[in-house]
């Protein structure tokens, strides 16, 4: 089952790096990111100018795809949580409102046990706001006030644009 795609509204943007940058203290994280699972960069804070923001979407989405195709050969539905420990630095990935990818860039400062706990917090308020997002995106395309920009483009005005 495909997840819809949503169009992310600044009330909502603003909400996610509210709730992430409240993690990235309370768990005394580096780094947080939030990719979609198409490898696409939602947000980060903390000290993402360190990172090639656009590997590190993609590769993410890449290794949540292939521990989900492991699950599946062992008859799981996905691992939600995914740990990789390093000499300095630590990464905590988990599946947030089944469509999001939280990545949680740690060192010695912290602990697993801090960051597992900070997650599941900051877990359940990215569930609320994607869940509201859901929410409102369904009640515009109900209405008709769907905020796709190029929704009323036909093909007769690009070829006029053109011609």
């Known amino acids: 089952m495909s997840n819809p795609q949503l169009i ?3 009330e909502e943007f603003k909400q ?9 203290r309370e ?3 580096k780094v947080i990111f939030l990719v979609d699972k198409n490898g696409q960069l939602i ?13 590190l979407a993609s ?3 890449g290794n949540i795809a292939a521990t989900g195709g492991l699950a599946k050969l062992i008859g799981e539905k996905e691992f939600s949580i ?3 420990e390093g000499e300095k630095d630590n990464l905590h990935i988990s599946i947030v409102a089944g469509r999001v990818i939280l990545v949680v860039l740690f060192d010695t400062r912290s602990s697993l046990g801090l960051v597992r706990l900070r997650v599941k917090k900051a877990s359940e308020e990215l ?4 869940n509201r997002l859901l929410q409102k995106n369904e009640e515009k395309e109900k209405s008709g006030d769907s905020e796709f920009p190029f929704a009323e483009i ?6 006029n644009l053109f011609s």
């Open 8 to 10: 992310m509204y600044d």
């Open 154 to 159: 036909t093909d007769d005005d690009i070829d």
């Open 27 to 29: 768990a005394n994280a």
């Open 16 to 24: 996610i790096n509210v709730a992430l940058e409240k993690l990235l």
């Open 127 to 130: 569930t609320a706001i994607f």
């Open 43 to 55: 947000t980060g804070c903390g000290e993402t100018e360190r990172f090639d923001t656009t590997s």
């Open 82 to 84: 995914l740990f990789h």
């Open 59 to 61: 590769l993410t989405a």
